[in-house]
């Protein structure tokens, strides 16, 4: 097609244009008829907004619901962890040497006084075993510290002279518990 001569165009080219020129005339064209009354419109976009607004309480519940369930396993799993450590405190205190000897003493037990070992490599006897009697018993729980230099205030000892006074002046004496030093940081 394309060894045809520019002649053979030119003379097709009118009547091509002819042809469209007749398709081509402009009219007025009707208007549309709506498929849909406006009615319908209106009750379609109605239930459509009706079922967002349905949907989005229904979502905003189910996530109220979520966050009560979420407090709640919160607040319980705050009481287990405080359980958790209360066990784990008095476990520690089971394992108190000072606990584990206080169990033994209550069972009867003592401290052996003197040691007897049986060594593995030859089964040989090492050292002369004894019976453990109550006086081997040691003194478990220790004594109590002494009070603080700063908590034992020094003794105060005050003598009041009997003076001489007739029956009638006599006064009921009164005696001074202050001390007879000054505090520090005072003078005069």
Same mark, same amino acid.
């Given at each position: 097609? @394309?060894?045809?001569?520019?002649?053979?165009?030119?003379?097709?080219?009118? /009547?091509? %244009?002819?042809?469209?020129?007749?398709?081509? /005339?402009?009219?007025?064209?009707?208007?549309?008829?709506? @498929?849909?009354?406006? %009615?319908?419109? +209106?009750?379609?976009?109605?239930?459509?907004?009706?079922?967002?607004?349905?949907?989005?309480?229904?979502?905003?519940?189910?996530?109220?619901?979520?966050?009560?369930?979420?407090? /709640?396993?919160?607040?319980?799993?705050?009481?287990?962890?405080?359980? #958790?450590?209360?066990?784990?405190?008095?476990? %520690?205190?089971?394992?108190?040497?000072? #606990?584990? *000897?206080?169990? *033994?003493? /209550?069972?009867?037990?003592?401290?052996?006084?003197?040691?007897?070992?049986?060594?593995?490599?030859?089964?040989? +006897?090492?050292?002369? =075993?004894?019976?453990?009697?109550?006086?081997?018993?040691?003194?478990?729980?220790?004594?109590?510290?002494?009070?603080?230099?700063?908590?034992?205030?020094?003794?105060?000892? +005050?003598?009041?002279?009997?003076?001489?006074? @007739?029956?009638?002046?006599?006064?009921?004496?009164?005696?001074?518990?202050?001390?007879?030093?000054?505090?520090? =940081?005072?003078? =005069?």
């Amino acid at each position: 097609m @394309s060894a045809i001569s520019p002649t053979v165009r030119r003379t097709r080219l009118p /009547k091509m %244009a002819q042809a469209a020129v007749a398709r081509a /005339k402009l009219t007025v064209a009707p208007t549309p008829v709506s @498929s849909i009354p406006r %009615a319908g419109f +209106i009750v379609v976009v109605s239930v459509i907004l009706a079922l967002g607004v349905v949907g989005l309480l229904m979502f905003n519940t189910s996530m109220q619901q979520a966050s009560f369930l979420a407090t /709640k396993l919160d607040a319980q799993a705050t009481k287990l962890a405080a359980q #958790q450590q209360q066990l784990e405190l008095e476990l %520690a205190a089971m394992h108190d040497p000072q #606990q584990v *000897a206080v169990a *033994a003493r /209550k069972l009867g037990m003592v401290p052996p006084p003197s040691p007897t070992f049986i060594l593995l490599t030859d089964g040989s +006897i090492v050292g002369e =075993g004894a019976p453990a009697t109550s006086a081997d018993a040691v003194q478990i729980n220790p004594l109590p510290a002494p009070r603080p230099k700063e908590l034992t205030p020094e003794k105060l000892i +005050i003598t009041v002279k009997p003076e001489a006074q @007739s029956p009638q002046t006599q006064k009921p004496k009164t005696q001074s518990t202050k001390p007879t030093t000054k505090p520090k =940081g005072q003078h =005069g």
